[in-house]
């Protein structure tokens, strides 16, 4: 199960860089990752069955490690990343509990995770195609999904589809 991996860079001419087989296995081979604080980040596992974990790879270091992720986030959901506010953040999808945001308040701490919000079950479509675009100042979340964005108010658990 292990992945290979290679860094490629342009500073001054194309080289490329194997770093190492690393034990885990990316679970979204389109996801690009996220990038934040030097390291790229993806959702990856150990094994098949095993939990989620979350890694990230030092640029600088050309090491991975595992980030920590939200201490009672529990198990079984879907993730996908992406930042808001240029925070680390991860929209999870329980299946039949819903879909929860989570921001990490400070990079690499696990109890610094905040739960934005939580949605009610089956107003989105499961994760990883949705993406988290922005949290607005008003507390409406703007998503992304396949093709449309859609508008979500918590407060009121309306769903606005954005046709262009």
Same mark, same amino acid.
């Given at each position: 199960?292990?992945?290979?991996?290679?860094?490629?860079?342009?500073?001054?001419?194309?080289?490329?860089?194997?770093?190492?087989?690393?034990?885990?296995?990316?679970?979204?081979?389109?996801?690009?990752?996220?990038?934040?604080? $030097? &390291?790229?980040?993806?959702?990856?596992?150990?094994?098949?069955?095993?939990?989620?974990?979350?890694?990230?790879?030092?640029?600088?270091?050309? %090491?991975?490690?595992?980030?920590?992720?939200?201490?009672?986030?529990? %198990?079984?959901?879907?993730?996908?990343?992406?930042?808001?506010? $240029?925070?680390?953040?991860?929209? &999870?999808?329980?299946?039949?509990?819903?879909? %929860?945001?989570?921001?990490?308040g400070k990079y690499g701490v696990a109890d610094s995770w905040i739960k934005l919000v939580s949605m009610v079950r089956g107003f989105l479509p499961r994760a990883p195609t949705s993406r988290v675009l922005c949290f607005s100042e008003n507390g409406k979340l703007l998503l992304k999904d396949g093709k449309d964005p859609i508008?979500?108010?918590?407060?009121?658990?309306?769903?606005?589809?954005?046709?262009?």
């Open positions: 199960m292990d992945s290979e991996v290679y860094v490629y860079s342009l500073k001054d001419t194309l080289s490329c860089l194997k770093i190492a087989n690393i034990p885990y296995r990316c679970l979204y081979a389109s996801d690009l990752g996220v990038y934040l604080n $030097g &390291c790229l980040h993806w959702i990856a596992k150990r094994k098949q069955f095993a939990p989620v974990d979350i890694i990230a790879f030092d640029n600088t270091e050309k %090491e991975f490690r595992e980030m920590p992720q939200p201490v009672n986030l529990g %198990e079984g959901a879907n993730m996908t990343f992406g930042l808001l506010g $240029g925070k680390l953040s991860i929209l &999870c999808d329980f299946f039949q509990k819903g879909s %929860e945001l989570w921001v990490m508008l979500y108010d918590p407060k009121t658990a309306k769903v606005w589809i954005i046709k262009y």
